[in-house]
């Protein structure tokens, strides 16, 4: 069997397939079937829309939490590898005979690559 190639939903188009299931009265199968989705997909998309109309304090995260998180995690790594550069940095002051590039390749939770090519004085 091949695999599907991954595919991005915008926030509207999974809130219209909650939608369906909710006024259709069909089956989360049914409709995942009509609408071409992985009935565990639609099954999570309902859940997410549930949690994020009746939030709970201390509960499951919310959508706006969720995003709130990635953003932030996304900026502590930025910071953490500016903070590593300046501390690398200040120890190639000290000690400038040695001059070595590092570089780091790393992706984001999005998938998105992160290319940095650091000049390191050891």
Do not use: Y
């Amino acid at each position: 069997m091949t695999q599907r190639p991954r595919r991005t939903f915008t926030a509207e188009q999974k809130a219209e397939a909650v939608k369906i299931v909710h006024q259709s009265g069909k089956s989360v199968n049914q409709v995942a079937r009509e609408l071409d989705l992985t009935p565990s997909a639609l099954r999570k998309w309902i859940k997410q829309a549930q949690i994020d109309q009746h939030p709970v304090s201390g509960g499951p995260l919310t959508s706006a939490e969720r995003q709130e998180l990635h953003q932030l995690r996304r900026d502590l790594k930025r910071v953490q590898m500016e903070r590593d550069f300046l501390k690398n940095h200040l120890h190639a002051s000290a000690c400038p005979n040695r001059l070595e590039t590092q570089k780091d390749l790393t992706g984001d939770e999005d998938g998105t690559p992160i290319l940095v090519e650091l000049q390191l004085l050891l």
